[in-house]
Every structure is written in C-alpha cells, then in structure tokens.
C-alpha cells in the first residue's frame, strides 16, 4: 500500500494520506494489461481482511488476474510512505514493510509445480528486486521460483530495481547475481545493472545466459523533469536505443514498472524489430510520468501515438 502526502506536502506538514496500491511486479502486469496482454495473473500475498481484500479489487479492475494470490490470516500489508519532491526537492519515500504477509509467506506455501501444470510453457515469469530484498523468506522464494520457472520452459524476466532502505548493497549484489544464473530477460537502469552484477553494459548478454537486456537510461535536472530514455542489447553486443525525451515530471513512482512491463508486452510482439519494441517500452515508461499513482494505465494506441509524435489536443 502507497499512502502519499497531497498537493507536495512534506512529511512534517501533512495531515493526510493518499492511500494507492502498488507492487512493482504488479505495476508491470497492469502495464502489460492496459496495453492489450492476455492472461496475466498475478502471485503474491496479502492479509485475509479488508484491507487485503481491497488491494486485490484494486489491481485486478485493471486487468490482471487475482485468483491465484494467497489470503493468509498472519501479517499486514507492507507499506510505503510517499513524499512528493518538486523543482529542488526531491522525493522521499519511508518504507515500512518488515513483517508483511508477503514477506512472511514462504515459498511452500504457494503451489508452483501445480500452477505451473496449468499453465504450461509457452509462459513468462516476472520478478523484481524489491523481491529478495524484503526478507529471508522472500530470497529464498526467488531462488526456487526462478528455477522451478525455468525447469517449466518459462521465460524468465528480472527487473534489477535496488532500494537501498530495504538491504545492504553487498547482499543485494550476491542476490542478484545468483538469480541472474535463471534470467532470460534482464530490465534495469544501466548503471545499476553494471554496477551490482560487476558486468559493462556491452557484456551483459554475454557474461549471463540473456536473450536480450533492456536498460533505461535516465537523468533528472531538478525533481520535476527528467530525461527518459532506453537501449536493448542482444548477445554478441548488438545494440538498439531509444532515444531520451525530457519532460516534466507528474509523478515519477512507477516508471520503471512501466517500462518493464511495456518491454515484456514488446517482446513478445511477433514481427515487431528490436527498433520498434526498445521505442515502445520507453514511450510507456515516459507516459506513466504523466499519470498519478504506480499504476501505467495507457492504452496501446496512446503509446503509439506518442512515439509518432501523434497531437497533445483535447481529445473530445
């Protein structure tokens, strides 16, 4: 759950909260959903009551599937405070996650090899870094997943998100380079990738068994702009870029879910070139700027006509 401060207050002037619902897995899936994928579900855990209840209502009206999230009566639902930066200031988030139901619920408890009988490869498993950082429990559950996923013939994606709050960088560096091992698909900030798995960017695809990594390129001049951009590399070094755009900033939570979520959907677009999908997911990622909340609720046709410079008129 997002609870965020309104009209860019600080922590200290707030009266009030925003509550949102988030997930940086469950932002790429909704961004994937919105953009026209089918059959996408989701696989978590929330706290049998109503806040967990509402959560689900929540992510599933924009189009993922639910039904195989687990209702557990321990736990709560891991939080995350947001203070909204503007021009010099930038943006602050408090987390307070520790103890959550889904940080607390182990791998044994979800039935992997039975979901993955019903639904048999061809299939594409996504997870995140902020997976293995909430706890022991949830490094482990990474671990088996991305194994028994790719012993299924899925295709593994890992969004290499870091968030200092959660873990040491030492930890998260081993983590992730264990994980990396099982990753077909890797989604990251360039320079967070090469620095946590030791690897330039030119030889990811060649040092871990990738098809492809999709990096974001990004800057941010003051805490209300920001340049957004992408490249794709393929093994043997071939690269594809995107192009930054810079503009200003509504809310920047969630923009690297929308482009993981706007590569995954690309990627599997048969026909598309490798130019067309890298220009795709970037124009996501950029769109979600413009839109309040972690969640990227832009439509296919709203992404293409973004990247064909297409008019910003009222649409009536």
């Known amino acids: 759950m997002r609870l965020d401060c309104g009209n860019s207050d600080r922590f200290e002037q707030t009266d009030r909260f925003r509550i949102r619902y988030t997930g940086a897995e469950a932002n790429a899936a909704i961004a994937m959903s919105r953009l026209g994928a089918e059959n996408v579900h989701l696989l978590s855990a929330v706290p049998d009551n109503p806040l967990g209840e509402n959560c689900l209502r929540e992510l599933g009206k924009f189009g993922p599937d639910a039904s195989h999230v687990l209702r557990r009566a321990e736990g709560r639902l891991g939080l995350f405070f947001l203070e909204t930066g503007a021009s010099l200031r930038p943006s602050r988030i408090i987390y307070d996650r520790a103890g959550s139901t889904f940080a607390r619920t182990p791998y044994e408890a979800y039935d992997f090899p039975g979901i ?16 293995p950082a909430l706890s022991p429990v949830c490094r482990e559950l990474a671990r088996n997943l991305v194994r028994e996923a790719k012993n299924a013939g899925y295709t593994v994606s890992f969004d290499l998100n ?5 873990w040491s960088v030492a930890e998260a560096r081993e983590a992730f380079q264990e994980l990396m091992e099982h990753v ?45 951009g992408a490249v794709l590399y393929r093994p043997d070094k071939v690269k594809t870029e995107a192009p930054p755009r810079t503009f200003a900033v509504l809310d920047r939570v969630g923009g690297g879910d929308a482009f993981a979520g706007g590569i995954i959907y690309a990627l599997q677009q048969s026909g598309w070139s490798d130019e067309r999908r890298i220009n795709f997911a970037a124009a996501c990622g950029a769109l979600k700027h413009a839109t309040q909340g972690d969640f990227s609720l832009s439509t296919h046709e709203e992404v293409e006509t973004l990247m064909s410079g297409g008019s910003f008129a009222i649409r009536r």
């Open 184 to 228: 077909n698909v890797l989604i990251a900030n360039a320079g967070v990738a090469a620095d946590f798995l030791e690897t330039p960017e030119t030889e990811l695809c060649d040092r871990f068994p990738l098809t492809c990594a999709a990096l974001t390129r990004r800057s941010e001049p003051d805490a209300s702009h920001t340049a957004f």
């Open 162 to 166: 870091f968030r200092a709050a959660l």
């Open 116 to 131: 993955f009988r019903r639904y048999p490869a061809p299939g594409w498993l996504h997870l995140s870094g902020t997976l």
